[in-house]
């Protein structure tokens, strides 16, 4: 592992070409040596159009955090039968100030849509990171390959 990993505009658009190259519409890159690494630190970038279904970090209970470097996203809260709890617009000014980032506890439903061309977050949570435990999709949502996704998406935003 490098001893320091520059954060730099240059990294931005070679992350976000191998996003745009991905059926998914995004692409991480990973600060963290590896997958059983504590905490997992990475660039997450997303181009519009891209769908998360909504899930949560509950077994084993993983907070998770959204810091907004470039662009605009609304980080979407759910209750447990998919209602629309809470709605936070990363990169928007406001009265108290420009909101950067969430920090979502254990357990909550969530999703994250870019309202930009773009949109460049960095985020942690606690590794490792293996894949049959690390979320738990919402079954009242479209999976992403659903025919359904892309109109759940737009009808979040």
Known sequence: MAEVQP??????????????????LRMNHN??????DNPHRFLNVLLQ????????HSD???A?????LEGLADVILFDDDGRVKARYRLGEQS???????VDIAPGVWHTILPRS???ICFEVKPGPWIPATDK??????????????AMYRDALR
Request: charged share 20%; glycine share 8%; no cysteine.
């Open 7 to 24: 954060i730099t505009s240059a990294l931005f658009d070679k992350v976000a070409t191998l996003a745009a190259e991905s059926p998914r």
């Open 95 to 101: 009265a108290d100030g420009r909101l950067w980032g």
């Open 64 to 68: 998770e955090s959204f810091l907004v």
């Open 31 to 36: 600060f963290h040596a590896g997958m059983a």
């Open 60 to 62: 084993p209970p993983k």
């Open 49 to 56: 159009g891209t769908y998360v279904r909504p899930h949560r």
């Open 136 to 149: 738990e999709f919402a079954t009242w949502a479209p999976a992403e390959n659903d025919p359904g996704a």
């Open 117 to 119: 061309a773009r949109v």
